[in-house]
């Protein structure tokens, strides 16, 4: 997790460094991100920089009517950790794409990652990085669906890679609301979010991180949470002086099951939204099968049965 020392966040990575991590999967995933190119511009949080999304030595054009997955990561991740990420993330789910008789010609895979490397114990700075980061995200979304004319975009996140997945659907809804726009996530699939419980409610402050119109932006939505994560438990209940919506799942369900009404009311009746709480706690009531159960912060993606799951919500 690093030391106290505040770090300042990876630049980039490399098209070397992207095409070494990916060689070993059946499909290389595409590198974007908000990372910046200069170091010297990520000793801070700045909108001009890590609002803008960029693309590692590639274009977009090959999304052309493909199942786009983007996989953002979460708090005090280098880019060499990302990257590893990336592959064994994606390493899994090609292969439950390929055992559910999925092509892989019809999916392209990206990973978006962004400069919360900071240190172990500046999550406020990180949570700021989240914010901008999100805006960058939407815009891949928008350059993938408008321009490259992918089919259909589906969204990972693991830890505080939610805020920046939230964020993003948090600028879409209002647009969509505002009928400035008709494009929606496919699906968002939120991995031990480090996101407060309530974050889908009305925030009582105006410096909480609430994104209560995101749900407007995808079509499903999927929270997994696990009672074996310590780190939520403890770290981010000690920083933030709430719950993790990544630990026991929503305060209340009640926001995101008026939503199911809401959607349709405000977009349409052609637009719909559903919502699943899936509890990967080791000793969940929902859950039997114990392949599934996530007993450490990263442990969503570590078991083959785990991508087979996700790909049963989405592929």
Not at 33 to 53: D, I, M, Q, W, Y
Not at 233 to 248: H, I, M, Q
Not at 292 to 312: E, K, M, P, T, V
Request: glycine share 6%; with cysteine.
């Amino acid at each position: 997790m690093g030391d106290a020392k505040r770090k300042t966040p990876d630049t980039m990575p490399s098209a070397a460094a992207t095409k070494k991590a990916g060689q070993r999967l059946a499909k290389p995933y595409l590198v974007s991100g908000s990372r910046g190119k200069t170091a010297s511009k990520n000793r801070k949080p700045l909108f001009e920089v890590h609002s803008v999304f960029d693309l590692v030595e590639t274009d977009l054009a090959q999304c052309a009517n493909k199942h786009v997955v983007v996989f953002v990561h979460g708090y005090n991740v280098t880019r060499s950790e990302a990257l590893r990420s990336a592959a064994d993330f994606y390493e899994k789910l090609q292969a439950s794409l390929h055992r559910d008789g999925q092509n892989l010609d019809n999916y392209e895979f990206i990973l978006f990652t962004w400069p919360g490397d900071v240190g172990a114990v500046w999550f406020n700075d990180a949570q700021e990085y989240a914010q901008h980061s999100g805006v960058a995200l939407y815009e891949l979304f928008l350059e993938l669906r408008k321009s490259a004319g992918a089919s259909k975009v589906s969204l990972f996140t693991h830890s505080l890679g939610a805020h920046v997945g939230l964020r993003s659907a948090a600028i879409l809804a209002e647009r969509l609301v505002r009928g400035k726009t008709d494009l929606r996530y496919d699906n968002i699939l939120l991995l031990a979010p480090a996101v407060e419980n309530d974050v889908f409610r009305r925030p009582h402050m105006f410096d909480d991180y609430h994104f209560p119109e995101a749900p407007f932006a995808t079509k499903k939505l999927h929270i997994f949470a696990s009672r074996g994560d310590d780190v939520l438990r403890k770290a981010f209940s000690a920083s933030e002086r709430d719950a993790a919506l990544g630990y026991a799942g929503p305060e209340t369900m009640k926001p995101l099951k008026t939503m199911t009404l809401r959607v349709p009311e405000v977009l349409g009746t052609n637009n719909t939204f559903e919502v699943n709480l899936h509890d990967f706690s080791p000793r969940s009531t929902t859950i039997i099968n114990p392949e599934l159960h996530a007993h450490s912060h990263s442990d969503y993606w570590g078991r083959q049965a785990q991508s087979d799951y996700y790909i049963n919500l989405f592929g």
